[in-house]
Structure formats: structure tokens, C-alpha cells
């Protein structure tokens, strides 16, 4: 069977309920609830996604989108209510035509590109010469997609980097004769703006050939300018649905309910000047693999950013501060790194949320080397409501939303008594307001002599550093303090003409 680049989609089969006037609905969620255990995740959803429509799916983390999203891909059964797809009740070949790309890519990491394309689209390529098949289909794709891509169908997954597994999970979700209905949980957390703008430019040509799209993120400046309309997820249940054009962000936060977000301000930090600061980390000259003669200081108490388009040395300079082996490198103290990619190295899978949350605190809380689990406990638990993490203490980690995952993660940092706090990219998948919080509480800790080196890939998040290094090709190209620190500058320097670096 041949695989187009572009799959057909949206026009209903014959014979099927189209409803009143205007794209016919191809999914339909009617009453639909869900609970795990004891928490509701989806508490009575209405929702239809119509042809030809990207809609724009909204929530904090743990309203109960990506629950949603598995129900309406017939992944998961629902406890009460209906799916219906096309107007008639759904049953399981119906989902066919309805693909999910994941946040958490649903790769197999030990198999080739190719070799995942043959488990999740056999149906639609050929039995013998497979492999070859599904090296072409997925090339061919990607090329379609994400233009510049970098993989290869040969390329182990595992070796990949989280933007171009994420670009193979989309790819891997667009692999089909048809499709009806593709959904998007999160799609641009881990993608450049570059891929970003490839995306979005393919979901439109699918959306002009009949399919309807269902994007989810967090990034409501971005649904807003795709998606052609806005639906609100609030505990499980959808409290609003909007076309997406004359809404503006504080619309949506608003309707998303709890207090607005402020935007970050520029410039606000740098109470102190980092010389006034006593060190508690330095490179002098680091070289080395990624890395060209870069020197950076970190004061006590001092937010450190690391700015500059992705790969430009940023990660390097974590790893030699979590592990100063070389002689350019000096740390005084003890540190705590929050990895942004908690599906490889971030959270323990098989416990619970309070044992994920203490672990690297244990040694500090311990009296003579013993346990105290009271104090334990009263440590996780003031961690669990200062961030808000939905699920409690008890819950298994992996029950967690993908958000409370991530903030986990950070509250296991700041529970530790690392001197120095690594942030890796730590805040995708994290929503507008819990992002807010924890950019108050780098602030908070940072004001108790806590010291934080952050990479970001959103340069607004640099906002809320005292000083920033920007690399650009392994090399520290600037260094901007208190109001020096501003999108556009940071911008200005990462794309500047380049000179004796190049
Ligand atoms: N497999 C599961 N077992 C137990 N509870 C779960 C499971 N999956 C989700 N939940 C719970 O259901 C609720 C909704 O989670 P869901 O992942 O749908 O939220 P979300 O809106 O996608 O969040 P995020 O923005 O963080 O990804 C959360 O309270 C979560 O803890």
C-alpha cells in the first residue's frame, strides 16, 4: 500500500450523521468521565472537534487534557458517557483514522527510527522489504515536516535528541493512508522555532485537506495564533470553548481560572552585583568537548542564566558544574541538577511521589545516620502544597500528569541541601501560573544564599536572572546584567553576524 505525504482525512464516510450546518464533528466527547483510583480525572467532558478545524485545548497541569486526548484516541475505555466518531458510537477500528502525538514520545528508544515506524504503521506499509519501506515512508515524511530534520531511519532512537525524537513522534503519528483527527499533546515543548514553524505549516496544509487537529500546550500565545478555536479544561471538565481570534492571552489565563500570570520583567532581579558575591563555582577557560575557552563565575545567591539558541554549549557547562573533573573547573558546593528530560534521567518510575521527592534529602534530614521519617514526611508534605503538586505524597509517580512530574523534579532539588541548583531546560510541560510560582520560589531560594545556574530555551525566562552568559558555537559571546538582560539583546547576540568563533 502506498503512503502519500500528505494523508486524506476529514470527509465523513457515507452514510453517517454530518449534523447541523458547518464542518461535521469527527470526534465527540458526550458526558465522558474517568477516574484512576480515587482521582477524577475527567468529570463529565462535552467537547467536538470538527473537520478542517485546529481547536486549541487549554488547562493546568492535571485538568485533565492528556486524559482526555487518550479517551478521544480510543487508548483508553471512558467509566461513563460516549465517544462517538463521525456521529456514530464508537467502537475500536473506528480510532483508525485518529493519531496521537505524545508529550512523552512513545518511542521504543533500543529501535531504529525505521523500526518504530513498522510497529506503529504496519497496516499501512508492505510485509516484505518492510524495513526498507518504512525507511522511505518516514524519510519522506520527515522531509514533508520538519525540512532540515537531521535523521536519519537508521538512527536509534536513544541516540537522538529530545527535538528530533519529537519530530519522529509527530512524523510517526502522521504515517497513515488516512487521518481524520490528529492530536498534539504538547508538540513544541522539546522542538526549535524553526521545527516549530514547520509543524504548524504542515497542520495547516492537513487542516485545508479535511483533517481536524487538536493541539494541547501550554504556550497560549502559540494556540492562539493556530488554532481556530479555544477550549478550556478545568478539573475535568470543559468551562469554556471560544473562537481562538479576539482572545488574548489574559482572556485565556483568565478563563483558565485562578490568578492571571504577570509576564515576566526584564531586569527586575540583580539586587546585588555578582562581584560583590562571594564565588561558589567558576570555569576559567574551559575547553573541551562543546565548550571554547568559556569563563563564568557564580555568586552565592546569584540566578545564572544560560542563554543562546539550543546547543550552543549551554548543556556542556551544567555538566561540568555537576561534575567539575577537569582542573578549569571549581565548585565549592554541594549541587542538585533538574534534568528537562524526565522520561531519560528524571524521575524513579516505581515510587511514590514522596520518595521521588526526598531522596537526595535523606542524608541531610538523617540524625547518626538514621531515618526520620516524621521529619520526612513533614518535608515532602510542605514541598507537595507549596507547589501544588496534584496527586499528594502517596500517589505513584507515574500517575502524575506530566507537569507534576516535572515540578517533582524541581521540589527534589530545592529539598535537597545542594548549595547549587543545575536547572536543565526544567519548565516544558510546566503550566503559565505553576510556572510563575516556581520562577518566585528560584527567587526565594536565591534570597536564602542558594546559588542556580539555569539553561533555558525561553529566553523570557531570563527575566528572572541576576546574570546571563549567552553562547553562541561553544564560546561565551556576552554577558548581560540586571537591566541589560532583554529578549531582544539576548536575540541580538545569539544570531549576531558570526566572527573569529565561526
Ligand atoms: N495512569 C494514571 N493513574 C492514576 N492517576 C492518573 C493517571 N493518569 C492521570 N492521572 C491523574 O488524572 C489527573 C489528570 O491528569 P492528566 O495527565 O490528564 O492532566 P493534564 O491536564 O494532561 O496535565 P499536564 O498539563 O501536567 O500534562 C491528574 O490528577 C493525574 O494525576
Not at 511521589?353 to 516524621?374: F, H, K, S
Request: aromatic letters at 4%.
Amino acid at each position: 500500500m502506498h503512503v502519500d505525504n500528505l494523508p486524506a482525512g476529514g470527509a465523513a464516510p457515507p452514510g453517517t450523521d454530518t449534523g447541523p450546518a458547518g464542518p461535521p464533528p469527527v470526534v465527540t466527547a458526550r458526558g465522558v468521565t474517568k477516574a484512576y483510583g480515587r482521582t477524577r480525572a475527567l468529570a463529565g467532558v462535552d467537547l467536538a472537534v470538527r473537520a478542517g478545524e485546529v481547536l486549541g485545548l487549554v488547562g493546568h497541569n492535571g485538568a485533565g487534557k492528556s486524559t482526555l486526548m487518550r479517551v478521544l484516541a480510543g487508548l483508553e475505555p471512558c467509566d461513563t458517557g460516549t465517544v462517538l466518531v463521525h456521529g456514530r458510537q464508537a467502537s475500536a477500528g473506528d480510532f483508525r483514522t485518529v493519531r496521537m502525538a505524545y508529550q512523552e514520545t512513545s518511542l521504543c528508544p533500543d529501535l531504529t527510527v525505521a523500526e518504530n515506524m513498522w510497529v506503529s504503521s504496519r497496516h499501512c506499509l508492505p510485509r516484505v522489504r518492510w524495513r526498507r519501506a518504512a525507511s522511505d515512508a518516514v524519510r519522506r515524511r520527515l522531509d514533508d515536516m520538519f525540512p532540515g530534520h537531521g535523521v536519519s531511519p537508521r538512527d536509534r532512537v536513544e541516540d537522538l535528541s529530545l527535538s528530533r525524537r519529537q519530530m519522529v513522534e509527530i512524523a510517526r503519528a502522521c504515517l497513515v493512508d488516512r487521518l481524520d483527527l490528529l492530536i498534539l499533546d504538547e508538540p513544541t515543548e522539546s522542538l526549535g522555532p524553526d521545527a516549530a514553524r514547520s509543524l504548524y505549516a504542515y497542520v495547516r496544509r492537513l487542516t485545508e485537506a479535511g483533517t481536524a487537529v487538536l493541539l494541547i500546550s501550554h504556550r497560549i500565545r502559540e494556540v492562539l495564533s493556530v488554532a481556530d478555536r479555544v477550549a478550556v479544561l478545568r478539573d475535568g471538565a470543559v468551562t469554556a470553548e471560544r473562537p481562538a481570534s479576539g482572545l488574548t492571552e489574559p482572556d485565556v489565563l483568565g478563563l483558565m481560572g485562578a490568578h492571571v500570570a504577570a509576564p515576566p520583567t526584564f531586569g527586575a532581579p540583580a539586587a546585588t552585583g555578582s562581584t560583590a558575591r562571594d564565588t561558589v563555582a567558576e570555569l576559567l577557560g574551559a575547553t573541551g568537548p562543546g565548550l571554547r575557552e568559556v569563563t563564568l563565575r557564580v555568586g552565592r545567591g546569584e540566578v545564572v542564566g544560560l542563554a543562546g539558541l539550543a546547543g550552543q554549549g549551554q548543556q556542556e557547562v551544567l555538566k561540568r558544574l555537576w561534575r567539575p573533573v577537569r582542573r578549569d573547573t571549581t565548585v565549592g558546593v554541594s549541587r542538585a541538577y533538574v534534568p528537562g528530560d524526565r522520561q531519560r534521567s528524571g524521575v524513579l518510575p516505581l515510587w511514590s511521589v514522596g520518595d521521588n521527592l526526598i531522596v537526595t534529602a535523606l542524608r541531610g534530614i538523617a540524625r547518626r545516620g538514621l531515618r526520620r521519617p516524621a521529619e520526612e514526611r513533614a518535608v515532602v508534605a510542605d514541598w507537595v502544597k507549596r507547589l501544588s503538586i496534584r496527586g499528594g505524597a502517596e500517589a505513584g509517580i507515574t500517575e502524575l500528569s506530566g507537569g507534576n512530574q516535572q515540578k517533582v523534579i524541581v521540589a527534589r532539588a530545592f529539598a535537597s541541601p545542594a548549595g547549587l541548583v543545575l536547572l536543565d531546560d526544567p519548565f516544558r510541560g510546566v503550566d503559565v501560573h505553576t510556572k510563575t510560582d516556581l520562577y518566585g520560589l528560584i527567587r526565594q531560594e536565591a534570597a536564602k544564599g542558594r546559588s542556580v545556574v539555569w539553561y533555558s530555551s525561553e529566553n523570557a525566562e531570563m527575566a528572572h536572572c541576576d546574570r546571563v552568559y549567552v553562547f553562541r558555537a561553544g564560546r561565551v559571546v556576552a554577558e548581560l546584567t540586571g537591566e541589560e538582560i532583554s529578549e531582544e539583546r539576548i536575540i541580538g547576540v545569539s544570531f549576531a553576524e558570526k566572527g573569529e568563533d565561526g
